[in-house]
T-cell receptor, first 113, second 115 residues
């Protein structure tokens, strides 16, 4: 059974620092992996989608990597800003279903001005 | 384009009452997904629908829960005889195709509190 873990559950860093969020999954057989952002009281925003054949994806100050063999993905945020404060969730898409997503519990990120 | 619209945003029900949550997908999206999120937990898949069809309801409890996506109108998640354990945030997402292969657009969620 696929399980997705995100550690730490919460992270607080000063503004301007580069940081890495971690996501691990127990079954390396995945179709793809996605990173989302969740703001309090709001829905989720898709940040990056990495296909299983890809190693990384970049969007602005965000870079997500995928290492299927080790069951890990990282989300790198460069030059963090207070507006980056949110909960970041990763989700994997198992190969047996092209639409179900299995979610981590998220990392709550606080960027201190 | 208003995105995915969910209502009500907040709903309070007493045990035994019914809860109806509505979701209007993004314009042009014909695939709708419902997820439930308990406090401090990730989302859990409940049901996947296309217009007039339930594609997969394996994540939805068989008793008391039902979902529909009619030809006209929003998708509706219905919870009958609610219990305290049903208190959660219910998120709807839509896409042009199957999730995983396509980017999901999420609504702001409906937060159900059962007293």
């Amino acid at each position: 059974k696929q399980e997705v873990t995100q550690i730490p559950a919460a992270l607080s860093v000063p503004e301007g620092e580069n940081l890495v969020l971690n996501c691990s999954f127990t079954d390396s057989a995945i179709y793809n992996l996605q990173w989302f952002r969740q703001d309090p009281g709001k829905g989720l925003t898709s940040l990056l989608l990495i296909q299983s054949s890809q190693r990384e994806q970049t969007s602005g100050r965000l870079n997500a990597s995928l290492d299927k063999s080790s069951g890990r993905s990282t989300l790198y945020i460069a030059a963090s800003q207070p507006g980056d404060s949110a909960t970041y969730l990763c989700a994997v898409n198992p190969p047996h279903s092209n639409y179900q997503l299995i979610w981590g519990a998220g990392t709550k990120l606080i960027i201190k001005p | 384009n208003a995105g995915v619209m969910q209502n009500p945003r907040h709903l309070v029900r007493r045990r035994g009452q019914e809860a109806r949550l509505r979701c209007s997908p993004m314009k042009g999206h014909s695939h709708v997904y419902w997820y439930r999120q308990l406090p401090e937990e990730g989302l859990k898949f409940m049901v996947y629908l296309q217009k007039e069809n339930i594609i997969d309801e394996s994540g939805m409890p068989k008793e008391r829960f039902s979902a529909e996506f009619p030809k006209e109108g929003p998708s509706i998640l219905r919870i009958q005889q609610v219990v305290r354990g049903d208190s959660a945030a219910y998120f709807c997402a839509s896409s042009t195709g199957a999730a995983g292969a396509n980017v999901l657009t999420f609504g702001a969620g409906s937060r159900l509190t059962v007293l």
